[in-house]
C-alpha cells in the first residue's frame, strides 16, 4: 500500500506538509513525466521510486518511463558517464552513433504530450531531438560534472541548449559555458522507505543472522555500486591498515545496476584481490537489493566508509547518516554537502589512505564519539535531506517553468 504526504508528518511536521499540499495546488492541472534508463538499481531509481507516486498523492499527475537500451548502448554510455566524472576514456563516432540511435529508436515507440519532461542522467538526453519541443524540459544530473571530458562535454551541450533547466547536485558542479539556468537541487532519501525505517534492534539482529555476517568483530562497511568511483580496491588497502591496529572485519554490502555493465567486471577484480581475506572470513560480500538487510547493517556496523574517488552525491552517505551511523567519507562531490568534518562525520582526502585509516580507528576505539557524530548526523539529514524537501523543490521549478 503507497503511503500519503501525511504520513510524513510525524517526522518532518504539520507545516512542511501543508506547504507541499499549498504549491502542488498552483499545478493540479499540468502532467509531468520523469525519464531514466533503469527501473531498479542505484540511487535515480530508488529516488524516483518515491517521487513520482508522492507527486500523484499530492494531485500532480506523474509518470515515470524507461529508455529501453541494449548491452552495446549501456556499455557507452558507462564509458560517458566515466568520461564525464574526468576519467581519461575514448568515445569513438561509433559510440556516438549508438547513443543517438538508441534515442531516435526509442522516440519512435512513445509519445510525449505532457506539459513538462524530466530528463534524468546522459543515457535518454539526445531524446530531446527527436521530438517536436512543445514543452519546458529539464535535464537532471546526478553526476559530478565539475571536469568532464572536454570533448564529450562539447558534444553534449548542442543538446542541452534545447533544455530549459539544468539541475545540479552541487554548486560546485555548475558550467559556466553551459547557457541555460542550472538550479542547484540536492537529492534525497526516503525516511519511511524500507530501506531507511526504523526498525528495532531484533529485527536488525535477525537480519544480521539470516545473511550469515558473522557478530564476533567490530564491522566495517561500504554499501555502493561496485563502481570504480566508489573505489572497493582502495577500501580494502585501507581496511589492510585498520586490522593491524584493530581485528575487525569488513563487508562489502554492493549492488549491480541495470544499466551498469562494468558492475560485474569491477566485482570480480575486488573479488579476487581480497581472495585470501575472504578465504580468512575477514572480508565479506553481500547483495545488497534487499532494502531491510541493507537497512539491518547499516544500523549494525561500527563504522560507514564511503572511499569514493568521485561522487555525485552518494546517497548512501545520508541513509547511514540518518541511522545515527558514524560515517567517515571522501571530501569529494555532494558528501561535503552532507558532512560537516568533526561535526556529523568524518571527511578524508580519497588519496589519503592512512588518514582514512586513522579516522576509522579513532571511531572503533571510541564508539561513544561515533554516537555522537551519528546523533547530530540524523538531524542534519531532517533538516536537509529528506524526500519532503526535494519534493518541494520539484514542485517550486515546475511553477517556475509552468505558471
Known sequence: MLRSIENYIEVVGREVVADIHRKASRIYDKHVFHLNSTFVGGGVAEILSRLVPMMNDIGVDTGWRILHGNHAFFEVTK????????????????????YLEVNDEFSGYTHIDHDCVIVHDPQPMPLIRFFKKRQPWIWRCHIDISDPSPELWDFMKDYLLRYDVAIISTEEYRKKDLPIEQRVIPPAIDPLSTKNRHIDEKTVAEHIALANIPTDKPLITQVSRMDPWKDPEGVLDVYERVRKRVDCRLLFCYELAADDPEGVRIYQKVHRKAHELIKRGDV????????????????????????????????????????????????????????????????????????????????????????????????????????????????????????
Open 79 to 98: 564509458k560517458f558517464h566515466n568520461a564525464l566524472q574526468g576519467q581519461k576514456t575514448k568515445i569513438t563516432e561509433e559510440d556516438l552513433r549508438l
Open 284 to 403: 565479506i560480500f553481500v547483495v545488497g537489493n534487499n532494502d531491510l538487510l541493507v537497512n539491518s547493517i547499516q544500523r549494525f556496523s561500527n563504522v560507514i566508509l564511503q572511499k569514493s574517488t568521485r561522487e555525485g552525491f552518494g546517497l548512501t552517505v545520508a541513509e547511514s547518516l540518518w541511522k545515527g551511523a558514524p560515517v567517515v567519507a571522501s571530501a569529494v562531490g555532494g558528501i561535503p554537502s552532507q558532512i560537516t568534518d568533526g561535526h556529523n562525520g568524518f571527511l578524508v582526502d580519497p588519496t589519503d589512505y592512512d588518514g582514512c585509516a586513522d579516522r576509522v580507528v579513532e571511531l572503533l576505539k571510541h564508539p561513544k564519539l561515533g554516537k555522537k557524530l551519528g546523533s547530530n548526523g540524523r538531524e542534519s539529514v531532517r533538516e536537509r535531506f529528506l524526500v519532503t524537501r526535494l519534493l518541494g523543490d520539484y514542485l517550486d521549478l515546475l511553477i517556475d517553468l509552468l505558471r
